[in-house]
């Protein structure tokens, strides 16, 4: 078997953009929206070029989240969080996450940051994008809650057969550790 690494300076390149990986989705920032207007459609996926990098962000799903504050914004009061809200034009009461994995493709890997929720939506993601999933060469899992890990395994059983698994050591130890079912299985 052969083996290929990114260089670290495209791994670095790559962990720098990652932050921003959600906002590249819409293509604009936030826009005031009533609550009486359906959302913008949103694509599939978004691809960029980063030197020798081609940079894939994935719409793997979304989830509809009541109380957004008991997750976002803990250490504000109610009534400055909102205020915060009102003033970005989103709902204090609710939040719509989005599970965005990335694809990273170096030339000859294809690299998948994190599996989203399910592997129904990873897999319909990636297919959009004119990918497969015996295409992805590596999986690396930034965490293992499970909006990241989800799109592993399925009833079909492992979502990426051709791919090399990473994860941080610590991560995986508290998982292994934790007592999870979800996790052991």
Request: aromatic share 8%; net charge negative; no cysteine.
């Amino acid at each position: 078997m052969t083996r290929t690494f990114m260089t670290r300076r495209a791994a670095l390149k790559t962990a720098a953009f990652l932050p921003a990986a959600p906002a590249l989705l819409t293509g604009t920032g936030a826009a005031a929206q009533s609550s009486n207007e359906a959302p913008p459609a949103i694509p599939r996926y978004r691809r960029m070029q980063m030197g020798d990098l081609t940079i894939t962000t994935l719409l793997a799903g979304s989830r509809e989240l009541e109380n957004p504050q008991t997750i976002f914004g803990m250490n504000a009061s109610p009534e400055d969080f909102a205020a915060v809200s009102e003033a970005a034009y989103i709902p204090a009461d609710k939040s719509l996450n989005f599970f965005t994995p990335t694809l990273i493709e170096t030339g000859s890997e294809k690299i998948l940051f994190d599996t989203g929720l399910s592997p129904e939506g990873i897999t319909s993601a990636l297919s959009a994008a004119g990918h497969a999933p015996e295409d992805i060469t590596h999986v690396v899992i930034t965490h293992m809650h499970g909006d990241h890990i989800g799109g592993l395994m399925g009833d079909g059983g492992e979502t990426f057969a051709n791919a090399a698994y990473i994860t941080g050591q610590k991560e995986f130890d508290h998982w292994s550790n934790a007592g999870n079912d979800t996790f052991e299985a």
